[in-house]
């Protein structure tokens, strides 16, 4: 039945979109809610999720239309809290650095260092996910090759050879010259 709806969206016809919205609204609302932990956010997301599915359904390769959305729901609710959590860290950041100035140092210094901090910040989002973990986990968060490879379920040989893997990844796509 749904193979049947999915053609008929893509031929252009709302009504069998809507009839996908109605059966699939919940699964979508759960899924997501499930991850944000917070019902208007998680409305929001799920309107934003069937976005998604309308402007993905060309992509759709009848794999299991249920498993589908709620990948696209998952994902996207994923996408949601990272946001939110790393705009929350750029907001206490920036509390931090305003309003506890040491003694004698200028604005000019500081607003220079968090410029620096948010540039930084920037670059690691362009590292590999699998990288990027332990090169926060390791040189902001301060924690040791075990603590990463607990954290990570992964054996300690691993956390050492994606730090070194990740170090050479930023020696071939940035320059020094980036960072100051």
């Known amino acids: 039945m749904d193979d049947a709806l999915i053609e008929k969206i ?3 016809n709302d009504h069998a979109f809507r009839i996908i919205v109605e059966k699939y609204r919940n ?7 499930g ?3 917070n019902e208007k956010d998680a409305e ?6 069937f976005l998604k599915i309308y402007t993905s359904l060309p992509q759709y390769e009848k794999q299991g239309f249920t498993t589908w959305v709620t990948r696209i729901a998952v994902n996207h609710a994923i996408d949601i809290k ?3 959590t790393r705009r929350h860290e750029e907001m206490n950041v920036e509390y931090e650095e305003t309003s506890h100035a040491p003694p004698g140092e200028s604005v000019e210094r ?3 260092q968090r410029e620096k901090k948010r540039i930084i910040h920037e670059r690691l989002n362009e590292l590999p996910d699998h990288y990027r973990t332990v090169v926060k986990g390791f040189y902001i968060d301060d924690k040791t090759y075990e603590e990463l490879a607990a ?3 992964v054996k300690l040989k691993t956390v050492e050879v994606r730090l070194y893997r990740a170090r050479q990844w930023m020696k071939k796509h ?3 010259d980036d960072f100051s």
């Open 151 to 153: 954290e990570l379920d």
């Open 35 to 37: 991850v944000l932990r």
């Open 82 to 84: 990272r946001k939110k």
């Open 44 to 49: 929001d997301a799920a309107q934003e999720v």
């Open 10 to 12: 893509k031929s252009g």
């Open 110 to 112: 500081l607003v220079l």
């Open 174 to 176: 940035w320059k020094e």
């Open 27 to 33: 699964l979508v609302f759960h899924t997501v809610y």
